[in-house]
């Protein structure tokens, strides 16, 4: 009788991709992994509640919704600190130049994601109202063709749209200056049932192994992460980017080690990085 589990994941263009694509999970735990895409966070937490996923990847805006709704999951993973990841692009010829100018404009972002929460902050920054602002709940494919269209003048979002939009339009702010002027930082996790992690401890502990090891391989041979290299292929090819931008996009993200997150990011308990940042979006 093997043991299964089925993990939600987004399009995020992360490291762990190489070991998805290796099947190093299946390898070191023995357990049958089916992998599920999801097209934002809020969906990956609805087939939690479901029971249908065990495990997901999820941005830090979807996981303060649900820990603020009550519902048991347990954040062990920190997949990306997000930076320039996430960035605010107003397309050429929309007369965006400044937050300011995006009152009365169209700008599009998944809601309840890490980007509308940062948009909120930005605009709060800026003095701006947001009900001044003409504010679109489109996932990432969305946005891509309502961009191509023209119907929008500006989104806030990650790779591998944000790659495609940045060819004919201009950064306003990122994630990393928002988290750098007002502390409040956002990042991508994974967060997992707390009853079926007691029940899988084992598999636990070997799935950060995994993941620490596959941020390892990126941070110790980035030179070695080129567009023709079976990586940057591997990575391409379960985020859906192409592998000429993945090289760009990757680099825009913060990996933190195993250490870091034992630490600062999940350690310290109210203090940690990521209770502060669970809690600003909360709020």
Do not use: C
Not at 93 to 104: F, Y
């Amino acid at each position: 009788h093997t043991k299964e589990v089925t993990i939600g994941y987004q399009d995020m263009v992360v490291p762990y991709r190489i070991a998805q694509e290796a099947k190093a999970l299946e390898k070191a735990t023995g357990y049958k992994v089916n992998w599920k895409q999801f097209g934002g966070g809020g969906e990956v937490i609805k087939a939690m509640a479901s029971g249908a996923v065990q495990i997901g990847e999820v941005g830090s805006a979807p996981i303060a919704a649900a820990l603020s709704r009550g519902e048991p999951y347990e954040l062990f993973w920190i997949l990306d600190d997000i930076g320039d990841a996430e960035a605010l692009v107003a397309k050429n010829g929309s007369g965006i130049n400044t937050l300011a100018d995006l009152q009365g404009k169209k700008i599009a972002m998944p809601f309840n994601s890490t980007t509308h929460f940062h948009t909120m902050v930005a605009l709060e920054q800026a003095k701006v109202n947001p009900a001044d602002v003409q504010i679109l709940n489109m996932r990432p494919p969305e946005v891509r063709a309502a961009w191509a269209r023209g119907d929008i003048h500006a989104t806030f979002i990650w790779d591998p749209v944000l790659s495609e939009v940045k060819k004919d339009g201009k950064v306003i702010t990122s994630s990393g200056q928002i988290s750098a002027s007002t502390g409040k930082a956002t990042f991508d996790g994974y967060i997992v049932n707390k009853d079926w992690a007691k029940a899988n401890k084992d598999f636990m502990v070997k799935f950060v192994k995994v993941m620490a090891d596959a941020d390892a391989k990126y941070r110790s041979n980035k030179a070695k992460w080129t567009k023709d290299s079976p990586e940057v292929a591997a990575v391409a090819k379960w985020s859906g980017a192409k592998a000429e931008d993945v090289p760009n996009s990757i680099a825009l993200y913060k990996f933190p080690t195993a250490k870091e997150q034992a630490t600062t990011w999940l350690g310290g308990g109210s203090n940690s990085l990521a209770a502060k940042a669970l809690a600003a979006t909360a709020q």
